[in-house]
């Protein structure tokens, strides 16, 4: 067990709606990445959140969003949902990531694995 | 930007050495290289990472080379359980970005 818990672990929506995906970090870590996985592809990095400000920005499409609340939990939120965006979605969380040059160990959730049919 | 090369799979004997290689030529002079593994859909799960040395830990070894181009990370006794997709990752110089290639599925075989 990481320590970083998603939550739902599965999501079946249909096309044009819109989902939320949590996250929480685990205890002490400030830092927060989303991550997507299309089937069989690797990891794509959208989002990195420090301590509730956007620090990062990866391949996110303007249709999804997230934000990091005071509590340090996060949301990714996907609207307008289209086909090719079922996949895995994980969030990780680190105790550093304020500093570009700091060892910076990711610990992954279980991810959520999102449907749109 | 940071970019990493792994050969997309390999196969290994169990009780063998797994030497898993990684290229990662861009990689700037002050940032760690990591590796993780994920088995089936599961989260990634951290194993080691390291900057200039050798590095070691319980679960596997990490090898540098003097111009930190590149990388083998080493499960010394591969058991049927370490079959996974093996990625190392950098980050993107100057960034908060980290790239995850698309791996190495290792095939630990019986």
């Known amino acids: 067990d990481s320590g970083v818990t998603q939550t739902p672990k599965h999501l079946i929506t249909a096309t044009g709606q819109r989902v939320t995906l949590r996250c929480s970090p685990r205890s002490g870590d400030l830092s927060v990445y989303w991550y997507q996985q299309s089937l069989d592809q690797g990891l794509q990095f959208l989002i990195q959140?420090?301590?509730?400000?956007?620090?990062a920005k990866g391949n996110i499409l303007e249709r999804f969003s997230a934000q990091q609340f005071p509590d340090l939990h996060s949301e990714l939120n996907l609207s307008s949902l289209e086909l090719g965006d079922s996949a895995l979605y994980f969030c990780a969380s680190s105790v550093d990531g304020g500093t570009a040059l700091a060892k910076n160990i990711q610990y992954f959730g279980a991810g959520t694995r999102l449907s749109v049919l | 930007d940071a970019k990493t090369t792994q050969p997309p799979s390999m196969d290994c004997a169990e009780g063998r050495a797994a030497n898993l290689p990684c290229n990662h030529s861009t990689i700037s002079g002050n940032e760690y290289v990591y590796w993780y593994r994920q088995i089936h859909s599961q989260g990634p799960q951290y194993i080691i990472h390291?900057?200039?040395n050798n590095e070691t830990n319980e679960m596997a070894s990490l090898i540098i080379t003097e111009d930190r181009k590149s990388s083998t990370l080493i499960l010394p006794h591969a058991t049927l359980r370490d079959t996974a997709v093996y990625y190392c990752i950098v980050r993107v110089a100057r960034t908060y970005k980290y790239i995850f290639g698309t791996g190495t599925r290792l095939k630990v075989l019986a």
């Open positions: 959140y420090y301590n509730g400000e956007e620090r």
């Open positions: 390291g900057l200039k």
